[in-house]
């Protein structure tokens, strides 16, 4: 149990062209989705808490209206990069939160390579 | 705020022989502690977790990990590497909101 899936598991797009990104949890309901961005032998950094229902929490430095995130349902949370650039380029990974009756625990999509030319 | 640091940047080992990874944390409260596991195209899996129980906490594969306040450590061990192991590694603190904390990452040889 408890996966969580991610479509398109790569992308390439066009500077200037938008994408969209969707993260699934396919057995659980999650209110709170997670997402990262992972350049090129680096660490995670968080991006983004996606909250069902209300407005996304960006980190400092990420540009919300580039980085547009909607959580519309319990198991769907979308990522779109508006008006991709080269520098966007990177490995972008979701998380769900799995609340049960003692624990929180996140699980984390396969991510998606997006290559912007 | 919360914080982890790896030591090391890249270990290697030859298969059979124990693997040690190194974690430092920096918490203002009793942090949760995770190490995570993220093989070349794959998702990230968690191999273990601290969250205030036992202090030495056995995950997947074999692998555990040591909580020691003292030292404010939480080094990932396994007694004999396999093949199977080579990845790059994290070590990752949760702050009381459930955000997650990456460690720069440690990648894993293993040579025959």
């Known amino acids: 149990g408890a996966v969580v899936s991610q479509h398109p598991s790569r992308v390439i797009c066009k500077s200037g062209t938008s994408v969209k990104i969707e993260c699934r949890s396919l057995?659980?309901?999650?209110?709170?989705m997670f997402w990262y961005r992972q350049f090129p032998k680096q660490s995670l950094m968080l991006m983004a808490t996606s909250n069902e229902g209300s407005k996304a929490t960006y980190e400092q430095g990420v540009e919300k209206d580039k980085f547009l995130i909607n959580h519309a349902s319990l198991t769907l949370s979308t990522l779109t990069v508006t008006s991709a650039h080269p520098e966007d380029s990177s490995f972008y990974i979701c998380s769900a939160e799995y609340s049960g009756e003692e624990t929180y625990e996140q699980y984390f999509g396969p991510g998606t390579r997006l290559t912007v030319t | 705020a919360q914080s982890v640091t790896q030591l090391d940047s890249h270990v290697s080992v030859s298969e059979g022989t124990p693997v040690l990874l190194r974690c430092n944390y920096s918490?203002?409260?009793?942090?949760?502690l995770f190490w995570y596991v993220q093989h070349p195209n794959k998702g990230l899996q968690l191999l273990l977790k601290?969250?205030?129980?036992?202090?030495l906490v056995k995950g997947i594969n074999g692998f555990e990990a040591e909580f020691k306040k003292s030292e404010t450590s939480f080094h990932l061990t396994k007694p004999s590497a396999h093949m199977s192991d080579a990845a790059e590694y994290f070590c990752?603190?949760?702050?009381?909101?459930?955000?997650?904390?990456f460690g720069a990452g440690t990648q894993v040889v293993v040579t025959p």
């Open positions: 990752v603190v949760s702050d009381s909101w459930g955000k997650l904390q």
């Open positions: 057995d659980f309901q999650a209110t709170t």
């Open positions: 601290y969250t205030s129980a036992a202090t």
């Open positions: 918490s203002s409260y009793s942090p949760s």
